[in-house]
């Protein structure tokens, strides 16, 4: 795996493509919303900072 983006951003400024990126079906950001608050057990407000990430598989195993 290689990292291509680390950011910090509010969670206010996730979109609809980096929530179906993240590969778990989300198909908007609600959705991403919801499953990110059960998962964690807490809210998430507009302003809760999520750290973004996105890589690339380099090799499979």
């Known amino acids: ?4 983006e680390k950011r ?3 969670a206010k400024e996730i979109d609809v493509q980096f929530a179906r990126d993240e590969g ?5 950001v609600d959705d991403w919303h919801e499953a990110h608050e059960r998962f964690f ?8 900072p999520i750290v ?3 890589f690339r598989l380099v090799e499979r195993l």
């Open 8 to 10: 910090i951003v509010p």
């Open 1 to 4: 795996m290689e990292l291509t």
């Open 24 to 28: 778990e079906g989300f198909e908007s």
């Open 52 to 54: 973004a990430v996105r």
């Open 41 to 48: 057990g807490r809210p998430i407000h507009e302003d809760t």
